[in-house]
């Protein structure tokens, strides 16, 4: 059946016609659709089948991507037309999920259509959060959360019908299977993604994201990693994260008997990816299940460790989850046996308590086992990778050299630019032809039209009407005003101090200081952030705060407001991002170097021709080598001066704030009347402190060098035409940070899929 008449039967059952229905009935007959038409489509085959473990899977509004890669986006898109509308309009009736915090998440929903176009057997396996993460608030100059519901009678989960028995130390709980199908780019593959439920899920809490988190049964998948600052909260994420890998380990051990093989057979059939530590109880749980199955324990542990890889997304000594083994013990007692069995044999390789998985006050290391028990290991960009080897994991990579390789992030450009940027993706056909899409090395073709001149204009006329469309997206959803011909300098991203969104307001700061002297700019400048902070990481909730004061600040003021424009996106996500990332010139990635693993941010806005102003941190350092010096603003100390520093505990911000009588009189900003006036006295006040008495992550250290770098940059701006050069350098060298790239490399070193 073509789609044209599904869609006129989807219709037909709401009780509606084409001409007749509402863009939210469109919607909704578009999705049903679409996901019939998925449903009758086979998954690809092989030999061996990836299951690709993660808490998170932020993968954002799905019609559009899924037609796109249906190869059915410009034909509805003539069928809207028809009707008067768009796609455009049709899909803001779509409620984003939020199952993911950031990155990671987002990579993972990246992968899942690499592995899909790739024609790769690959299916995700996670947890169908109801209410997400959450949705921010900022209406009261500070954040607030709120549920962010998005589950709807009409949503892209389907009920695969099957159900597994996840024995917690209270007893078992049953977890059902749903799936979102992920369809393959033009090759008719449709591959799943799995999201395991309760029976009984909780409904919403009425304001805020408190809920009973004693009541695992009916609120284990009410929220994405729920508040962890208490024990009732960490207990809750252990629960999350059993359930997940007891009922994905078994789905796997179903599979696999009807496909008709043996247990034994595991790793010859089976890849499992750990992504981050958040899914690790998946080696004990396959560990526990083989043994179950007859299996000897060495064997099973042997079979487990050529089955499973497991990847590092984080660099930070907090994030590596080590656990209480009390915990393990009270929420999962079938596995705590067996990991102190993989313990004591993980200590006949090597007695160094370094590298132990339980610790001497009965901690289980995560990380630990992770590298033990998987054959292989990595980090996502080549310097993270580096100093995982050489620091962070050093004692384990010592012991098992050949587990390591790093394997650069990369990003589905089907979303991130055939998707969001339509313009550019249309420009770019229509010179180089289509061969781009399906391998996007091929936009390196690109640089042979450095001398076309209406090539290179027609960049920069793009961009300009991405800036009115954001700027009339920005106005209609979110309500606020922005000059379309200012420069628009965007950070997007987790709000976290490592990324140092409060250096970027140091330097909105001394530019309003400088209007205030007189010293206007070329040019009006627009600085966007977007970020969510987490709901019990205070001093991130406080530098949201800053903005917010900061934004209201310059924009009473009419001196500064003609120039100078701060605006604090609410509720940041991935729809938000597909609107902002086009319409970027400059695209800030000032994380301190050595702590930001990767980024993938960089590479949306790299390829959607903003210039990159960054320090050399994560695949930043890609960036640079492939764009070359004069297409990339870079600044700040080198990672190893910065792992320097920490080694030596000599960093002492309130030195350099004494020093440096300018910076000081930016920070005072912070605690004047006038920001008071406009902002929460707490909030300011604990950044200002934080600033002077400790700065953990040497914001000052890098401000000056970072605003003399900012203003190099928009001084640059001017020169359109050699602007115009360094944004085709960086679509052209975009290519390498496809996400199709990185899942061959996975594939070709890790899982042996194809
Ligand atoms: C850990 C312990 C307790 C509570 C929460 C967590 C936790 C939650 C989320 C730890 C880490 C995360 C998410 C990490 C993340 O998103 N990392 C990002 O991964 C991207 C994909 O590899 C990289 O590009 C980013 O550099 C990295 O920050």
Known sequence: MDFESRLGDALADMGTSLEAASKQQLFCALLRATRDLELEMAPAAGDRKLYYFSAEFLVGRLLRANLINLGLADEVEALLARRGTSLA?????????????????????????????????????????????????????????????????????????????????????????????????????????????????????????????????????????????????????????????SAGAQLILAELEERGFAPEE????????????????????????????????????????????????????????????????????????????????ARTRCADDAVAIVDAADVVHMANMDVHFSHAVNGVAALHTQILVTSELRPLAELYPEKFSNKTNGITFRRWLMGCNQPLADHITAAIGDGWKRDASRLEELLALRGDDSFVRGLLDIKQRNKFSLTAWLRAEKNVEVDPHSVFDVQVKRMHQYKRQQMNALYAIWKYLQIKRGNV???????????????AYELAKDTIALLLALSRLFGDDPEVAPWLRLVFVENYNVTAAEHLIPAADVSEQISLASKEASGTSNMKFMANGAVTLGTLDGANVEIADLVGRENIYLFGRSSEDVIGLYERGDYRP????????????????????ELLARGDAGCLTRVYRDFIAKDWFMALLDARDYVVTKERCLADYEDRGAWAQKMLANVARSGFFSSDRTIREYDRDIWHLA
């Open 521 to 535: 700019p070329n040019r009006p400048l627009t600085m966007v952030f977007g970020a969510k902070a987490a709901p």
């Open 266 to 345: 595991l790793d010859r059939h089976v890849a499992v990816h750990i992504n981050d530590t958040h899914p690790s109880m998946v080696i004990p749980e396959l560990v526990r299940l083989l043994v179950e199955r007859g299996v000897a324990f060495e064997d099973a542990a042997g079979i487990v460790e050529r089955t499973c890889a497991y990847a590092n997304h984080t660099i930070l000594a907090e994030a590596l989850e080590t656990w209480p083994m009390w915990y393990i013990e009270r929420v999962a007692p079938g596995i705590a046996p067996v990991i102190r069995q993989l313990d004591a044999l």
């Open 89 to 245: 309009e049709v899909e803001d009736c779509e409620p984003e999920p939020s199952l993911g915090n950031g990155g990671l998440g987002r990579l993972a929903a990246c992968f899942l259509d690499s592995i899909a176009s790739l024609g790769l057997p690959g299916d995700g396996v996670g947890l169908n959060y109801h209410y997400g993460l959450f949705r921010q608030d900022l209406s009261e100059g500070v954040q607030r959360e709120e549920p962010n519901p998005w589950i709807a009678p009409d949503s892209w989960l389907v009920d695969a019908q099957r159900s597994f028995s996840v024995p917690f130390g209270f007893g078992d709980l049953e977890a059902r299977m749903y799936d979102i199908e992920v369809p393959g780019y033009g090759n008719g593959t449709v591959n799943r993604l799995h999201l395991f439920d309760v029976a009984d899920p909780a409904p919403a809490p009425e304001h805020g994201i408190a809920f009973d988190k004693g009541d695992v049964r009916s609120c284990l998948t009410s929220f994405l990693y729920p508040d962890d600052s208490d024990e009732a909260g960490r207990l809750l994420r252990v629960y999350q994260q059993y359930f997940m890998v």
């Open 654 to 673: 309130w030195d350099v704030w004494q020093a440096d009588g300018e910076l000081s009189e930016v920070l005072d900003l912070i605690v004047s009347p």
